[in-house]
């Protein structure tokens, strides 16, 4: 249960030069370490910074600096009000309460498995969880054909599903357009290598043109089950045959990236 942490004070007795006895009451240092948005401590002022204590001291057991694997904040846990509230007001609240191995009294409250997953889905925000880089030493070539087809089986990307279910895949690729300048499109596969449908199959590049371009697209992943693990792959076609993609050697980088994104979207 939050509580909200006391100012410390002491009472002094003095005297006037007139011989009047009086109290006074003065600050006293109040310094704490406070739990971060980033999943680490911070030194605050609890006497000049509203703080809380959200976790309290019984049934625990863990290193002095009060994590027990390294980022599972375990015993007296304190934050900023400003920082707490930040947390809660997260979509993934709602997630979490009907998952928590205990279940806490009312909405402002949080367990110690909420305020895990609620810190690591903020540390983890807007950062990258799945990554593929083909970038063998020699040049390497594949031809695309006129129907959608996965060129290499390492062309995909492996993540677990973050907290806010959302999650951004992006590829980029050496289109080499001197062997044709015709319309390249892409789609979003699953393990098999088949086009998880129309909405994911899109026009990458379409040149007038035998320029050599770099190709770059991104998919949209929404409503996914957090934790849950996914894999999918990257499939390529073109409108006619005779169409090549180069990386490796003196070409850059095939890359697939798969990035959390927040819970709410603007779609």
Same mark, same amino acid.
């Given at each position: 249960m939050i509580r909200p942490v006391s100012a410390k004070v002491k009472t002094i007795f003095r005297e006037s030069t007139n011989g009047t006895k009086f109290t006074e009451t003065v600050s006293m240092g109040n310094t704490i370490r406070a739990l971060g948005i980033n999943g680490r401590y911070k030194y605050v002022d609890a006497n000049t910074i509203d703080c809380y204590q959200i976790l309290d001291l019984s049934n625990y057991s863990c290193d002095e600096d009060g994590f027990n694997t390294g980022d599972f904040p375990c015993h007296d846990v304190y934050m900023t009000v400003d920082d707490y509230n930040y947390l809660i007001s997260r979509n993934a609240i709602s997630n979490l309460k009907s998952k928590a191995n205990k279940t806490t009294s009312n909405n402002d409250e949080l367990n110690r498995g909420e /305020?895990?997953? =609620? +810190?690591?889905?903020?540390?983890? #925000?807007?950062? $990258?969880?799945?990554?593929?880089?083909?970038?063998?030493?020699?040049?390497?070539?594949?031809?695309?054909?006129?129907?959608?087809?996965?060129?290499?089986?390492?062309?995909?990307?492996?993540?677990?599903?973050?907290?806010?279910?959302?999650?951004?895949?992006?590829?980029?690729?050496?289109?080499?357009?001197?062997?044709?300048?015709?319309?390249?499109?892409?789609?979003?596969?699953?393990?098999?290598?088949?086009?998880?449908?129309?909405?994911?199959?899109?026009?990458?590049?379409?040149?007038?043109?035998?320029?050599?371009?770099?190709?770059?697209?991104?998919?949209? /992943?929404?409503? =996914? +089950?957090?934790?849950?693990?996914? #894999?999918?792959? $990257?499939?390529?076609?073109?409108?006619?045959?005779?169409?090549n993609i180069m990386y490796g050697g003196d070409y850059p980088a095939f890359i697939v990236k798969a990035s959390v994104l927040p819970s709410t979207l603007l779609t």
């Open positions: /305020l895990k997953t =609620l +810190i690591e889905s903020q540390v983890y #925000s807007t950062q $990258i969880i799945g990554m593929t880089y083909l970038d063998p030493k020699s040049n390497v070539k594949k031809s695309i054909t006129k129907g959608y087809s996965l060129l290499d089986n390492k062309m995909k990307i492996d993540f677990t599903v973050p907290e806010s279910g959302n999650v951004l895949i992006s590829c980029s690729f050496f289109r080499d357009s001197v062997s044709s300048n015709l319309t390249i499109y892409g789609a979003l596969g699953d393990t098999q290598g088949n086009s998880l449908g129309d909405s994911f199959e899109k026009i990458l590049y379409k040149a007038d043109e035998v320029d050599d371009v770099i190709v770059s697209h991104e998919w949209l /992943l929404t409503g =996914l +089950i957090a934790g849950e693990s996914k #894999s999918y792959t $990257i499939l390529l076609k073109g409108e006619n045959t005779g169409m």
